[in-house]
Nanobody, 116 residues
Framework: QVQLVESGGGLVQAGGSLRLSCAAS????????MSWFRQGPGKQRELVAS???????NYADFVKGRFTISGDYAKNMVYLQMNNLKPEDTAVYYC??????????WGQGTRVTVSS
């Protein structure tokens, strides 16, 4: 099992930036993939970005060039730097960990609101 705690959400104007953080309760070397998902009002949860223990990253098309996912393996942290935020980025952002045979685990989410 793993506990995931997100932080860094808030209210920001369009064009602004936020950095989300996720603290994992277990070592990175036991986690296959760490990801950020989001769920906007009335929408389904969607993948934003993911990163493997080897540093390979993947991004949804709607955030390419604006968001950057990174990991601090020594601190068991993953970050999501969000730049040039748009009102449509408003959502609850969730950190998730893929533990392979032990399944997916989720944080409680952190809310991001982008005003126009």
């Amino acid at each position: 099992q793993v506990q995931l705690v997100e932080s860094g959400g808030g209210l920001v104007q369009a064009g602004g930036s936020l950095r989300l953080s996720c603290a994992a309760s277990r070592n990175w070397n036991t986690i296959e993939v760490m990801s950020w998902f989001r769920q906007g009002p009335g929408k389904q949860r969607e993948l934003v970005a993911s990163i493997t223990g080897g540093g390979n990253t993947n991004y949804a098309d709607f955030v390419k060039g604006r968001f950057t996912i990174s990991g601090d393996y020594a601190k068991n942290m993953v970050y999501l730097q969000m730049n040039n935020l748009k009102p449509e980025d408003t959502a609850v952002y969730y950190c998730s960990a893929d533990l392979g045979p032990l399944g997916w685990h989720w944080g409680q989410g952190t809310r991001v609101t982008v005003s126009s």
